[in-house]
């Protein structure tokens, strides 16, 4: 099943892997490493890591980006008046 991933989607995932190695702006390492904005990479990356072949293909730098995503969305939930999860 590893063959599903592009060669976008690992370069996505070295990104994300690498990052808290690198100095400076994520946005501009985005740009000159994968050729798109930071809006459009963080829109795939988002689809990449719900994915299972992603998981399959790195499952513990994939189970941390959900980690994170799912707790920053229930501090926004807790945040907003009214709402219910």
């Known amino acids: 099943m590893l063959g599903d ?3 976008r989607d690992r370069s ?12 400076g702006a994520k ?3 985005i740009r000159a490493q994968l050729g798109m904005s930071a809006a459009r990479y963080y829109q795939l990356l988002g689809r990449l890591i719900d994915s299972d072949v992603a998981l399959e293909y790195d499952p513990m730098l994939v189970g941390r980006l959900r980690r994170i ?3 920053r969305a229930a ?3 807790a945040r907003v008046p009214g709402f219910v999860s």
């Open 69 to 71: 995503r799912d707790s």
């Open 5 to 7: 991933l592009t060669e």
């Open 75 to 77: 501090r926004r939930a």
């Open 12 to 23: 996505i995932l070295a990104v994300e892997a690498a990052w808290p190695r690198h100095g």
């Open 27 to 29: 946005e501009e390492i």
